[in-house]
Structures are given as structure tokens and as C-alpha cells.
């Protein structure tokens, strides 16, 4: 294809250029995460093949000190070429084998590009394909993702169940079609959050379980073309000594290296989170509206101004945030699985876009999980008057009390309450139809979080 000038401070190489040349500088870079996994699985490589003797040990000692220095410092500047480009990963391959050889002859004392000594190819790229090497990296990179967000999902469980606890004392009125329903607790209205993510917690693990199967050593189309078999199997090995995960070679190369349903489970597992997020977040903004002109049942933390010309204007930016974030995460699912569905044959020529999108999914839900915890739940209070001046004069207390007090004197107490507005606790008093201790007793917190009638 010729030749290109390659500046000489640059550690990326010809391949690297004429993909940034092809498809362009679009401002976005690979995930940092993602590329420390596609590192970790050039020095697993260099092991393997430094252990079984194909890699002279010189020649594999620097590219593992070049890798490690890449890693440690994060120096992921020269990785420049567009996430989205074609060719299923081969330019981001081509752009790590580069990188790597022209830090391991600098670490050797050599020039880069001095590709006699070590070449990107033959000795960086030794017994790998990006068939195998791009959906490893990809795999592991989720891995750690996953095993962050599970994280993040147990703190924000933990504290909703406390806000379960500091509210259990709280009757509010609990609505349906955004109409009155029912008294319950602010408690429980916290505790059905809180299992809510509680299984979002289970299905991040269940996701954890889906990805763990990897093809490297399967080379071009799951063949192993080009490997030796004991290779194969060693460089799975140190695969988890380095990372230091519970991976599983896959047992049919083949199928591993062209099928993305693995990753389509786990993105519809994430969107439910995505999904739930967006039910909890939208029903604190709801619940905070006002404060004069809403509900303002909630109270959320202040975290910034919401207005340049309202003086006072406090938003709910952090719902806001969340709420965005699940809705992406929905469309990238959608998007994600129509490129897995399309992949062609051997290969899907898609993967890039899989890639990218679910690496922003499991970022964004990260980011999501920790600042809806940290600056929404973690502060948030209850406007207890507000709340107690929504439920007294609500139908939702003459249902509740129809169950003692009858169907027909809860009816006839309603017309009387809407023709005289006199307060509801007033006419059940007045009309004896229960005592203030009964009364007090039936709307309590603790007679409310009963299941069931109590006989």
C-alpha cells in the first residue's frame, strides 16, 4: 500500500495511521478501561510464549516492561484510532501491537520503528488474531466494570434500606394513576426501592457469570490457526493470573469467536437496571415538585442553582442526570443487539459498535448508581407536614377505613366532608363513628405496615 511519513515521536505505527486517515478523528477514544484489558491480554500472550520457548525471553521481557509502563502511567495517548472503525477491531489491534513494539524497543534502547529487533506482528502479536484478542479484551473489560457496578449497587441498596428505616414512622398517601389509593409508610415505599435493586444486584452477577467464556487462543475464526496447542491452553492460565478473574476458555472456539448473544443477555440484564433506575428516579422528582406548586412530599439535596435569572430555583439535576442515563442505556440496548443479530458468518463485523456502546452502558451506570446514592438518597428528607396534609382530608383514608368502619358510613362520611369541608377526623369524631384512640390506633405507622386485616 506504500509507504507514510510517521512522525518521530510518535509510539503508533503505519496500520495506526492509515485507520486515523480512513476513519477520521471523531473526538471520541476507546475506553481507558478497555484498553488496559487489550494490554493485560498482549502480556498474557508474551508469557505464554515467553514460557513455552516460540518468544525469546529477551524480546518478551520488554514487551511486558513496555506494557507495564503503558498501564502504570496510563499513557493511552498514541491509541488514536475511531472506536467505530470497520474491520471488527483489526485497527485498534494493529494500533495496541504498534504502541507496544515501539515502547519495548525504547525500554530495549533502541529506536522506534527499529522493527528487525521487535516487530508489532510477529513478535508483539505472536499466536493472536484480533478475532480472539478484541472479544477477550472486550470480556475482560466488562468484567471489571461489572464487578465495580455490583459494588456501587450494594451501597445503594443499603441506602435506601436505610431510609426505609428512618421513615418507617411516616404514613403517607399512597397513589395509583397518579390518583389517591391507599395509607402506607414512607418506609415501604423506600423498601420496594431497595428490593428493586436488590435484584438488579443478583442480575449484575448473573451478567458476571454470562461473560466469563473467552475464545483467545482461537486465532482467526475460532480455528486456532497459526497457535501450537499448548499455548492454547497455557495462555488461558496466565490470562487469570494477570487479571486476576474467574475466566473459562470456551469449549467451542468457533461458535465463541462469531456469536454476540452473550453480550445481548447481559446489556437486556443491565437495561433492567437502567430501567428501574428510571422508576425510582422519576417518582423522587415527582414526589420533590414544587415547592410551593407540587407535591414537595420530598426533599432533596441542593447540589447546585437551577436558574440563571430565577433567583432560588433549585432543580432536581441528579434524578435528571440518572434519568437520561437509564434512557441511553435503553437505546444502546436496542442498538446493540440489532449489530449482534447482524454479524456476518465467522465473524461480526459489528463488534466495535457492540463494544463501545456497552462499555458507555456499564460506565454511565456506574456513574448513575454512585450519584444517585451519594447526592440524592444518602441526604434526602421528608416534608412531614406536607405529607400529613396530603392523607388527612384524602378519599384514601375513608377506603382504608371502610374496612372497619363499612362501606356505607365510609360513602355517606365522604358526601358529608366534600358538602360541609369540614376535616375528616373532625366528622369521624363528631359522628362517633370511632373513638380518637381508635382512630389514632387504625392510621398508625405500625397498624399500617400490617399485612392483612388483624382480627
Known sequence: MGALQIDDSRYSGIHTQRAYDNFGDSGQRHD??????????????????????????????HIIAAIDFIIDGSR??????????????????????????NYALEHAARPKGEYGSIHPLEHVNL????????????RVAMLLYLEQLETGLVALQQALQEKEREFSDVVRLGRTEL???????????????????????????????????V????????????????????????????????????????????????????????????????????DLRLLSSGPAGGLAEVVLPAVQEGSSIMPGKVNPVILEFVSQTALLVMGNDSVIAHAAGLGSLELNQFYPLAATLMLSTLRSLDLAVSRL?????????????????????????????????????ASGLYRKHLETRQPLRQLILSEK????QELDSLLSAEKIRMMGIRK
Open 76 to 101: 493511552f495517548e498514541d491509541f488514536i484510532v475511531n472506536p467505530l472503525c470497520g474491520g471488527a477491531g483489526t485497527s485498534l489491534n494493529m494500533n495496541v501491537n504498534e504502541v507496544v513494539a
Open 433 to 436: 363513628l370511632l373513638s380518637e
Open 373 to 409: 446514592r451519594t447526592k440524592a438518597v444518602e441526604g434526602l428528607q421528608l416534608n412531614r407536614e406536607n405529607i400529613a396534609d396530603h392523607l388527612s382530608d384524602s378519599i384514601a383514608v375513608v377506603t382504608y377505613l371502610a374496612q372497619t368502619i363499612g362501606h356505607e358510613a
Open 127 to 138: 499466536h493472536q488474531s484480533t478475532n480472539d484478542t478484541y472479544p477477550t479484551a472486550l
Open 215 to 282: 475464545n483467545l487462543g482461537g486465532t482467526a475464526i475460532g480455528t486456532g490457526f497459526g497457535a501450537p496447542q499448548n499455548y492454547i491452553f497455557c495462555v488461558i492460565e496466565k490470562l487469570r493470573a494477570v487479571t486476576g478473574l474467574s475466566l473459562t476458555r470456551a469449549e467451542n472456539m468457533v461458535e465463541a469467536t462469531q456469536n454476540l448473544d452473550s453480550l445481548v443477555e447481559v446489556s437486556g440484564l443491565l437495561k433492567t437496571l437502567a430501567v428501574n433506575l428510571l422508576k425510582i428516579s422519576e
Open 179 to 213: 390518583q389517591d389509593a391507599l395509607p402506607m409508610t414512607a418506609g415501604m415505599q423506600f423498601a420496594a426501592y431497595a428490593e428493586a435493586i436488590g435484584r438488579d444486584r443478583w442480575r449484575v452477577f448473573k451478567a458476571r457469570e454470562r461473560i466469563k467464556v
Open 32 to 61: 481507558p478501561v478497555f484498553l488496559r484489558a487489550y494490554l493485560l491480554v498482549k502480556k498474557t500472550a508474551a508469557l505464554a510464549n515467553r514460557e513455552l520457548g516460540y518468544l525469546e525471553a529477551e524480546k518478551a521481557d
